[in-house]
C-alpha cells in the first residue's frame, strides 16, 4: 500500500531527505547507483512515500511529519456523512458522529 502524501508533505519531506538521508548525494540515490547516477526517487515523488529507506530509517526521525503522514494514510471517510475521520479499528467505516 502506498502511503499519499499532500503538497506540504511533499516540500517537508524533500527537505529532511535532503537534511539527513545518508544515501542521498547531491539529489542522487547512492542505493541506486549502478555505476550511473540515478535520482532519489522519493525527492521527485511528490504524491506518495515510495522509498522504504526513507519510510523506516529517514522520515521517523522527524517525529511531527512522520505523525502527520501516518494520520493522512489512516485517514478514511465516513459511509454516511463523508466526514473525514481516523478509524480506531480497521473495520470502521463511519465517524464516531
Ligand atoms: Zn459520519
Not at 43 to 61: E, M, R, T
Not at 64 to 89: Q, Y
Request: proline share 3%; charged share 25%; glycine share 4%.
Amino acid at each position: 500500500m502506498t502511503i499519499k502524501i499532500n503538497p506540504q508533505q511533499s516540500r517537508k519531506i524533500n527537505a529532511l531527505i535532503r537534511q539527513l538521508c545518508c544515501n542521498c548525494v547531491n539529489g542522487n540515490c547512492l542505493l541506486l547507483d549502478d555505476g550511473e547516477e540515478h535520482n532519489c526517487v522519493q525527492l521527485i515523488s511528490k504524491y506518495g512515500v515510495y522509498c522504504n529507506y526513507f519510510k523506516n530509517a529517514v522520515l521517523p526521525a522527524d517525529k511531527e511529519l512522520f505523525a502527520d503522514v501516518m494520520k493522512t494514510c489512516n485517514e478514511k471517510h465516513c459511509r454516511i456523512c463523508g466526514k473525514v475521520f481516523i478509524p480506531k479499528s480497521k473495520n470502521q467505516r463511519y465517524c464516531t458522529e
